[in-house]
Antibody, heavy 119, light 110 residues
């Protein structure tokens, strides 16, 4: 079965950096585009970033453009999110999610990892 | 990239039907038949229940159905059950490989 396991969350000071990882299993990772989606405490879901199956192109929400970088290593079945210049408003649970090709939506989610930006 | 508009909360009694609306713009919901809906129980990851506006993934109850008219998509849950109590989110493709979510609706089963 599809499994997505995020890691790398924690407490970080404003302005610092953090890298999240998502280990994928149960499907052919190299065939699938992937997303990062976040959810601030007590708030709704916010789409963050998207990367094509081969890493050839990536796309971002305006709120993170220029600060966050999505990448992948298909040899390791792992998705990444490099987060720089972190702000308090970036505090959220970050979910790794699989793209359902052809239907332009997300079909599987990880359990999420909490990032807290605080001094 | 403004969030889609959903009611903050809806409620219904067991056995009843409820509908949750999701209003976007001509740049997202109105331009594509690519609205999906997710169910999220407290402390859990979201679960896909509707995609492409009206389709159900395998294993999702046929009590869940979706529709769309112009810039508004809707999720209907019929025969409400206690286990349906959760948060529900719509999501639309918004073009140029970007997506937008709704603000979420809390469903209370009375």
């Amino acid at each position: 079965q599809v499994q997505l396991v995020e890691s790398g969350g924690g407490v970080v000071q404003p302005g610092r950096s953090l890298r999240l990882s998502c280990a994928a299993s149960g499907f052919t990772f190299s065939n699938c585009a992937m997303h990062w989606v976040r959810q601030a405490p007590g708030k709704g879901l916010e789409w963050v970033a998207f990367i094509l199956y081969d890493g050839s192109n990536n796309f971002y929400a305006d709120s993170v453009k220029g600060r966050f970088t999505i990448s992948r290593d298909n040899s390791k079945n792992t998705l990444y999110l490099q987060m720089n210049s972190l702000r308090a408003e970036d505090t959220a649970v970050y979910y790794c999610a699989r793209h359902y090709s052809g239907s332009y939506c997300i079909d599987h989610w990880g359990q999420g990892t909490l990032v807290t930006v605080s001094s | 990239q403004s969030a889609l508009t959903q009611p903050a909360s809806v409620s219904g009694s067991p056995g009843q039907s409820i509908t949750i609306s999701c209003t976007g713009t001509s740049s997202d919901v109105g331009s594509y038949n690519l609205v999906s809906w997710f169910q999220q129980h407290p402390g859990k990851a979201p679960k896909l229940i509707i995609y492409e506006g009206t389709k159900r993934p395998s294993g999702v109850s046929n009590r869940f159905s979706g529709s769309k008219s112009d810039n508004t998509a809707s999720l209907t849950i019929s025969g409400l059950q206690a286990e349906d109590e959760a948060d529900y989110y719509c999501c639309s493709y918004a073009g140029s490989s970007t997506w937008v979510f709704g603000g979420g609706t809390k469903l209370t089963v009375l």
